[in-house]
């Protein structure tokens, strides 16, 4: 598997906290660098973390809510005056429209290609964004007030040679084992040989972030099963239509069968997070609590 990384830059709501940024969180899966959500701060995260700003290929925006977005205003601007050269990809709900505003702050061209992309936020149907070699991005709509959506970082499932497997069906390493992974079976001295007759299935790992929410089956769907589930958990008690409470997120996180859920966007009303986790762990068992450049994987 691929080296992957996840860490929670910002774990605050609408009004941040001095201890609680703007949403964002930053990803390495082998050598790509991602971000999902650009809050106000972001660089600042960054930098404590002790990441760079300068290697990001692609920010993937939520929705365009200033505590999601409002940071990409300067970070595009430190890229152009960093000297950044390769091209930067941003996908969002309405991404060419809000792209378009933000650009017309620059007091020139951004000195790098910067490729925008619209992410559906209608259809509740999951949409590939994109298809790597060994991972996919793909989003769904979330349940917000404005055009959102929630995005996954989901790794390809991949086959692995069990050499005492090749050995035990009369096999050697060489071309025969490529043809093997690659047609998925041969027929070797009159016998067919399947690939899962010599190699295990390493199921890939999945990550998911919700963004702003309230309870969406799509976002549920997407989850399923998943390594890491990220969600809304602004409230304990129900305060907004368009966000979860933590019992809401458990509740999903639960039904969905992740490995772990990880609470963030908490309200600034919450000054001990404690009884938040108390009332998700009483749900679901199998919960974290989000904070700022937190190694959530």
Request: proline share 3%; net charge positive.
């Amino acid at each position: 598997m691929e080296n992957l990384k996840v860490i929670m830059l910002g774990s605050g709501s609408i009004v941040p906290t001095p201890d609680r940024n703007h949403a964002a969180i930053w990803i390495r899966h082998g050598q790509d660098i991602i971000l999902w959500d650009c809050g106000e701060g972001t660089q600042l995260q960054l930098q404590k973390a002790g990441l760079s700003f300068m290697n990001i290929d692609r920010i993937f925006i939520t929705h365009w809510h200033a505590d999601h977005f409002a940071g990409l205003i300067g970070l595009l601007e430190t890229l152009h005056l960093e000297g950044r050269k390769k091209k930067l990809q941003i996908f969002g709900p309405e991404a060419n429209k809000y792209y378009n505003i933000i650009s017309n702050l620059h007091q020139g061209n951004a000195g790098f290609k910067v490729e925008v992309i619209d992410v559906d936020f209608k259809t509740p149907k999951e949409k590939v964004l994109l298809d790597e070699k060994n991972y996919k991005i793909k989003s769904v709509p979330a349940n917000h007030n404005i055009p959102a959506a929630a995005y996954s970082l989901e790794e390809k499932d991949r086959w692995n040679i069990d050499m005492k497997k090749v050995e035990a069906n009369n096999l050697t390493a060489g071309p025969i084992l490529r043809k093997i992974k690659k047609e998925g079976e041969i027929k070797h001295k009159g016998k067919i040989i399947k690939l899962e007759d010599i190699a295990v299935l390493n199921k890939g790992r999945k990550i998911v972030y919700s963004g702003d929410t309230a309870p969406s089956l799509a976002i549920e769907k997407l989850a399923k099963n998943a390594t890491v589930l990220i969600h809304d958990s602004t409230f304990i008690n129900k305060s907004c239509e368009h966000h979860s409470t933590v019992k809401e997120a458990a509740r999903l996180g639960k039904r969905a069968g992740v490995e772990k859920l990880v609470l963030t966007h908490y309200s600034r009303r919450y000054k001990d997070l404690n009884a938040l986790k108390e009332i998700a762990s009483n749900i679901y068992d199998k919960v974290e609590l989000g904070s700022d450049l937190l190694e959530i994987y």
